[in-house]
């Protein structure tokens, strides 16, 4: 049986050509950039080319590209990172359907005295500018709002909020990890201060990420050690990981037209058919999302059965956020964005990469019917308003 990886949003595979560019770098090219001799200063080159190339991407210098084990290393540093240099306040501004890596160290904030604002978001999952605007306070210091929503896909007016922020004079981050070369991420444009960003969810591979910070921002390191990435970032550069992460953003800046263009295509195509399926919806903004995401709910069913039986008919999705994904409490993004408990347990992402084909997507939504309608049947719920009824008894 042949298999469709359709959860490119938890990670994508390792591109071949990438792969060809990182091997020396394992074995022949095996130096510490940090070395002067030959061995070091060819590692060194190796470094500075990636960032070079990450920062075309962005439309940056390549001195405000730093490298970090991931995003979630890249939010954490925003975020405390700030907090720890900037001293004439204690105010941070989020929104409540954020990766968990900025909600998290928000809540660790909080610990240890700062205060946070979670800003309400709409059914689609969009935060108002206005909303971030009259948030502000004089002791504010950062506002952190992502790009693209890891889980129902929405893209975020950041651009707007960018321009509030500056206005303000208040730092602003951006968690862009999953919209790095799927759409635009010209930072100017976007008017951030702090863009986190990781390799692995482009055809990159895993343990490396970057943070852009614009030049001036004031922002204390989180690991002190031999001073490395200008003394900003210490730990011996993971340089396999550095070149795959350039060689991964050039391919992506060259191909991002092309491949959004297909994968909007086939996204289309596989939202207008299962949006068939009685009592069956779309979450996250039906045009303003990122080009390889579709994100449903189907009433009466339990997400995880879904991805068990699919994964059967060799069909591979998530039911959310692949960091949280086993959890059994329901997705914060999409209680946040109304739904009932019962409603979002029946939840699956969808999302698709550069290899898929029609042929798949024509595949999927020939299964998927047939799988909603097997579990329906051996639900003990004939309806969602018996269904809502028993969860409400139950919590009595």
Known sequence: MKRIYLDHSATSPLDKEVFEQMRPYFSSKFGNASSLHSFGREAYEAVENAREKIAKVLNCKPTEVFFTSGGT??????????????????????????HHAVLHTCQYLEKNGYRVTYLPVDKYGFVKPADVEDAIRKDTILISVMHANNEIGTIEPIEEIGRIAKEKEVYFHSDGVQSFCKIPTDVNKLNVDMFSISAHKFYGPKGIGALYIQEGTKIEPLLHGGGHERGMRSGTENVPGIVGFGAASELGLKRMGKDSEKMISLRDRLIRETLKIKD????????????????????????????????????????GSACSSKSLEPSHVLLRIGLKHEEAHGSLRITLGRENTKEEIEYVVKVLPGVVKKLRAISPFKSRKELSSFKSTEED
């Open 280 to 319: 069956s919806w779309l979450n996250g903004h039906p045009v303003k999302r990122l080009p390889n995401n579709a994100h449903f709910c189907f009433g009466l069913i339990e997400g995880e059965s879904l991805i068990l039986y699919l994964d059967e008919r060799g069909i591979a999705a998530s039911t």
């Open 73 to 98: 290393e890249a939010d954490n540093w925003a975020l405390k990172g700030v907090a720890l240099a900037k001293k004439d306040g204690r105010h941070i501004i989020t929104s409540p359907i954020e």
